[in-house]
């Protein structure tokens, strides 16, 4: 069942997604240029504003053409939850329909688009002596042991949550242990109804070509200095906003244990199987618009076909 436009709602939320490096940035600047709007960054990385290249932050260019929201506004030693992005997130939507009817949320972040749509802020909170049992079995047993645990709890969970950061890991093991039921039910329970629309657009391209993009952005980003952006950060290494892909594969290397070559073909890798996850949990959505690249390339007419008339 695909997305409908609730016709009493004036308000259109239109959230670009799909996995990484898709051409999620430029669909949505596309868009927003079509409708005169701003745009809300949904990515849990490029938040952080000692995060540029490794993140794939939109450039100073794309960021002039377009107002954006939400990116490189905090930072790596600050907590930022999910419950914190919907709380930013909807202050920032309010601000853009106050002058519009239209606003733009583009990112790859299920479970921020999910905040957005549903609410996330009513979750369990941790029970520290379950935490403090995790966090032992991580040090003690390493992040396998999580990801075993999980798969064994919630099969569905650890196919679609980024199971190589074990924060997600220890936390959704949090959330399954306080609620006692699967992941995706707990979620379904935490529905809010929203005054605006949401309209959803995932962006379908064929695998091949998904993984030849993400080879170039990786090469792309070592060109443009990842390995120095990482470098002057190497100290802060077990922050939770450095245990993710395109990051964590480097401490090997500034510990002379790997090669560069190995770093990158690494990082290539998990960013392959990072794109797998995403593309998991979006599918499972039966109200995302999927366009294929002729339906990008002609944004204008595919938007009045999902009942957007520019």
Request: one cysteine or more; a positive charge.
């Amino acid at each position: 069942m695909q997305n409908g436009l609730d016709k009493s709602k004036i308000k259109n939320l239109i959230c670009i997604v799909g996995p990484t490096a898709s051409g999620k940035t430029s669909l949505a600047l596309k868009i927003a240029s079509l409708l005169n709007t701003q745009i809300i960054s949904a990515d849990s990385r490029q938040v952080y504003k000692e995060l540029s290249i490794g993140t794939a932050v939109p450039s100073n260019k794309e960021l002039s053409e377009i107002k954006h929201h939400l990116i490189q506004h905090k930072s790596i030693f600050e907590n930022y939850s999910v419950a914190d992005f919907e709380k930013e997130a909807l202050n920032k939507i309010d601000l853009i329909f106050a002058t519009s009817n239209y606003a733009v949320v583009v990112g790859g972040t299920g479970l921020y688009i999910k905040a957005i749509e549903d609410g996330f802020d009513e979750l369990p909170q941790a029970n520290y002596e379950y935490r403090q049992k995790l966090e032992n079995l991580l040090v003690e047993k390493g992040i396998t042991a999580l990801q075993t645990l999980l798969k064994e709890r919630d099969q569905e969970a650890f196919s679609t949550i980024d199971i190589l950061n074990p924060r997600r890991l220890i936390r959704v093991l949090e959330i399954l242990d306080s609620s006692n039921e699967k992941l995706a039910t707990s979620w379904q329970n935490k529905k809010v109804e929203r005054y605006f629309n949401v309209i959803k657009i995932g962006i379908n391209l064929p695998r091949e070509e998904l993984y030849q993009r993400i080879n170039i952005r990786v090469d792309t980003m070592i060109k443009n200095g990842l390995k120095e952006e990482i470098e002057s950060l190497k100290e802060h290494k077990n922050l939770q906003a450095l245990n993710t892909v395109g990051y964590k594969e480097w401490w090997t290397y500034f510990d002379d244990a790997e090669k560069l070559e190995t770093v990158i073909d690494k990082i290539k890798q998990h960013t392959r199987n990072f794109a797998k996850r995403q593309l998991t949990w979006f599918r499972r959505d039966s109200k995302i618009f999927w366009w294929n690249k002729a339906e990008v390339i002609n944004a204008r007419d595919s938007l009045e076909k999902i009942g957007i008339i520019i």
